[in-house]
């Protein structure tokens, strides 16, 4: 059975943007290979190097998981930091990166803009490096944060997974996942790795955008809808989408805070309610309150669901520790497979 990893970080609880970038996929993929899904909390050290309790946003994350329908029977779920086989070839992999297409990559950019300060919304020609070797700063940014990609890397590699379903803007890491994997085959001259290509479950990548004009949904972007939220939590967020006073010509292009609004309606609303008011925007007859009343619907009646199995599951700490247990376990097992061929590989003694 071909192998397949992925992992979300424990910052937060999981929102519509994590559920149809990444978890649909996992929930398809699960009976047809041999799945691990993991909870990065290491990675979540890149931007929150002082966790107020790791172990908790952990447990959160895997009982969404649980909730959402991830069989820990088929699937092997575990936590990042309890395969440490990982942070070893982590170290092996740092050794053969570049400081400068690390430095490139555009979701270090925008974190590390973050971190010293600089403004996110002009962002300019060499602000990044500039900053990072102004002394007057006092800010600064983490090498965990420059490296999260060669992390990202290893934690695939570690199973050797060929297939990994995750959204857009994981696209550029994954590009990085498979330049690693290929050097480190060609440093050594063997064929130890295969390259991992992201899975789409609709065959193309998904974007789940913000409702608030932005382009993406996201814990940082401050405009995500939890898969937890509640009735009432769900219509106020989106009520409060950006919208116009519509259009004057039918058939106009959609402004992208409207074609947010339609894209959002197309992943969790049926066809004949998208098509409804598409319609009556072509013929400039749309009412927003009227739509955005029904995504507000059709969003809670796809949460309310999952919404009551997570109550449920994140009561259980027996069934959480048990199913964290035997991932990790089974994840290690595979883990240190590949670590010891690694470590014969580069000329360590093997034990
Ligand atoms: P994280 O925690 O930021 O996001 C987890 C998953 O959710 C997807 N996602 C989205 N997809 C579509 N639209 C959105 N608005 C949206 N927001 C989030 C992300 O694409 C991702 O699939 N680097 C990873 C964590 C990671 C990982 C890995 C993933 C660490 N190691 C190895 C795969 C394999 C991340 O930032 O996840």
Not at 172 to 193: I, P, S, W
Request: with cysteine; aromatic share 8%.
């Amino acid at each position: 059975m071909e192998i397949v990893v992925s992992g979300i970080r424990p910052t937060g609880n999981l929102h519509l943007g994590n559920y149809f970038g990444a978890v649909k996929g996992f929930l398809q993929m699960q009976h047809e290979y041999d799945c691990k899904f993991f909870i990065a909390d290491w990675h979540s050290l890149t931007t929150h190097p002082r966790p107020l309790d790791i172990q908790a946003s952990t447990r959160t994350i895997l009982s969404e998981y649980l909730a959402c329908g991830i069989d820990p029977e088929v699937a092997t779920i575990y936590v990042q930091s309890d395969v440490p086989e990982t942070a070893e070839l982590y170290l092996y992999l740092n050794m053969n990166a570049g400081i400068g297409e690390l430095m490139r990559t555009t979701s270090f950019k925008d974190k590390a803009r973050q971190q010293l300060h600089i403004d996110r919304t002009h962002p300019t020609e060499g602000d990044v490096e500039r900053e990072i070797f102004n002394e007057g700063n006092k800010h600064s940014v983490s090498a965990g944060l420059l490296t999260y990609p060669t992390l990202m890397a290893a934690d695939i590699i570690i199973h050797k997974a060929v297939k990994v379903p995750v959204g857009k803007d994981q696209e550029q890491n994954m590009e990085m996942a498979r330049r690693f994997a290929r050097r480190f085959n060609a440093t050594y001259g063997v064929d130890l790795f295969p390259e991992p290509a992201s899975f789409y479950y609709s065959h193309k990548a998904v974007k789940v955008p913000g409702l608030d004009g932005s382009g993406k949904m996201g814990k940082s972007e401050g405009n995500a809808i939890y898969l937890v939220d509640d009735e009432k939590t769900i219509r106020k967020k989106v009520m409060k989408a950006v919208t116009d006073s519509g259009p004057t010509e039918p058939n106009s292009v959609k402004p992208e805070p409207i074609a947010n609004l339609f894209s959002m309606m197309e992943i969790v609303s049926t066809k004949e309610t998208y098509d409804y008011f598409n319609e009556k925007y072509n013929s400039c007859e749309i009412r927003y309150g009227d739509m955005k009343k029904q995504l507000a619907e059709d969003i809670n009646a796809f949460c309310a669901p999952i919404r009551e199995r997570i109550l449920e599951i994140q009561a259980d700490r027996t069934l959480l520790d048990r199913v964290a247990r035997e991932g990790a376990a089974k994840a290690r097992e595979s883990a240190a497979k590949t670590l010891q061929e690694v470590r014969q590989i580069i000329g360590f003694k093997a034990y």
